[in-house]
């Protein structure tokens, strides 16, 4: 059963969003060489406590951290401790979540730790947050599912190949509905699949996470003995981002991005739905 919010309840998701929004100004500023993910995670901490925001993440499933630090080859469900020391070089995933009034935020970046990257890093993760603009450009009301699914895999496999050969799209995870619980129907893959069919059809009040997750190298991962961290099964690096969308009758409305999405919907001809929280 898919959740459909009201405008009202929508608003309140919003300021969850908000929330996960200064969470990733934070840590982007946090990650720096030399900082620990654990440092990060007591950012994090910190600016849910600061909003009189709950974490979403810490507890959920036994998962022990208020955030998912994803560093190089690790694709997601990264566990933040003090023996990760960022190094030059390194790109980490942050994934962070927060909850207000009973209602979800959920969303991703890839960050850039120090200097000196190598160029197809630059163009795995500038390709990979593409590649969710456009899933995100695809929510509009009547289309299904699979047209954002659609959406995202186009932009990726219409994209130079890397050096490594190929980008990889992570087919074990993916995005998913949002609402009084974080992960909820529909599943969203970040692939056409014939056997998942067309998949709901969006309508006003329909809110989705979008996340795609892409590698350098292959779209196969492998879960390491602590039952959470995911990798790579070749070890090339890879890139995650999410957002967390409301459909409205409006249009999209990027629950988690500070100016609601309008900046880079613009680029795709789309205006953003208004904020509820003017």
Known sequence: MVQI???????????????VAA???????????GATTHDLDQVARKVIADHGAKSNFLGYGGFPATICTSVNEVVVHGIPDEKTVLKDGDIISIDAGAIVDGWHG????????????????????RVTEESMWAGIAAMKVNNRLVDVSRAIETYIRRQPRPATGKYGIIEDFGGHGIGTEMHMDPHLLNYVSRKRGKGIKLVPGVCLA????VSLGTPRTETLA????????????????????????QGPLVLTAPDCGKAKLAEYGIEAAPDPLG
Request: charged share 20%; glycine share 6%.
């Open 23 to 33: 969470i990733h100004a934070a840590t982007r500023e946090a990650a720096v060489p």
């Open 5 to 19: 919010k009201t405008p009202e309840q929508i608003a309140k998701m919003r300021e969850a969003g908000l929330v």
């Open 106 to 125: 959920d969303a991703a970046y890839t960050a850039f730790v120090g200097t000196g990257h190598a160029p197809e890093l630059v163009e795995l993760s």
């Open 210 to 213: 979008i996340e795609p997750m």
């Open 226 to 249: 602590d039952d959470w961290t995911v990798i790579t099964t070749d070890g090339t690096w890879s890139s995650h981002w999410e957002h967390s969308i409301a459909l409205t009758e």
